[in-house]
């Protein structure tokens, strides 16, 4: 950055109550606190957040959005069963996505280095202070940032569409993965990026996401190694 270039802070969103129910719903659907078949009452739910019950309905839209519950007519909501792989056809999804997004940025020369270089900063800063959901957020501005630049609206809107930042949070729980390997991740994609390394750029993308899938291949076929 030139002595004339304005300094880029993170981008930073402040979570609607009706947000923060959605995350912690989510959280503790796939921890198991809530069990698939489980039923989610509104009434119950806004006494136990100490709401009303219009952010809680806003929640649960959200979640069926995401296909972690199911509303059945004249009988309430309830938790879907095989929410595990409903998150791990997301991560594929959105490697799609994110790998469409870095070439597209990357072509138009509309990607935001700096702005990304503050979001590694702040997850690099997270980490050290075990700040999981200061990660979380540092990671959906960082990728935001780059499907914002690749200037396709329909692109945007199916990322949208998929939740990202509840999807994080979740996946930060699940996998009980390690902040700094995120901030790591972060920036060895950023390199690629700056680099002007196209491909390798797009691959790393697309592994990034890839990688959360859990499945028992790679984007590329390759088997997994299994951990015993």
């Not at 069990?35 to 952010?55: F, W």
């Not at 309830?78 to 595990?84: G, L």
């Not at 979001?119 to 935001?144: L, N, Q, T």
């Not at 396709?152 to 729980?173: D, G």
């Amino acid at each position: 950055m030139t002595p004339d270039e304005p300094a880029v802070t993170p981008l930073v969103t402040r979570m609607t109550l009706a947000q923060q129910i959605r995350e912690s719903l989510v959280v503790r659907i796939v921890s198991g606190e809530i069990q698939p078949g489980e039923r989610l009452v509104e009434t119950r739910l806004a006494a136990m957040y100490g709401t009303s019950q219009a952010p809680v309905r806003e929640a649960l839209r959200d979640l069926e959005a995401m296909r972690m519950v199911e509303t059945r007519p004249r009988r309430g909501t309830f938790v879907r069963h095989f929410v595990q792989q409903t998150l791990r056809e997301s991560y594929v999804v959105r490697a799609a996505l994110e790998e469409t997004a870095t070439r597209l940025a990357m072509l138009a020369g509309t990607v935001p280095v700096e702005a990304l270089r503050a979001e590694v900063k702040a997850m690099r800063a997270a980490a050290r202070a075990g700040d999981a959901a200061a990660a979380a957020r540092a990671s959906v501005a960082f990728h935001r940032h780059i499907v914002d630049a690749a200037r396709n609206e329909l692109l945007k809107l199916s990322w949208e569409a998929l939740q990202i930042e509840a999807r994080t949070s979740v996946t930060m729980v699940a996998a009980e993965v390690r902040l700094k390997d995120v901030a790591r991740d972060h920036a060895e994609l950023l390199r690629s990026i700056e680099d002007g390394d196209l491909e390798t750029a797009c691959k790393h993308a697309r592994d990034h996401q890839w990688h959360y899938a859990d499945l028992p291949h790679d984007a590329h076929g390759r088997a997994r190694r299994q951990v015993s």
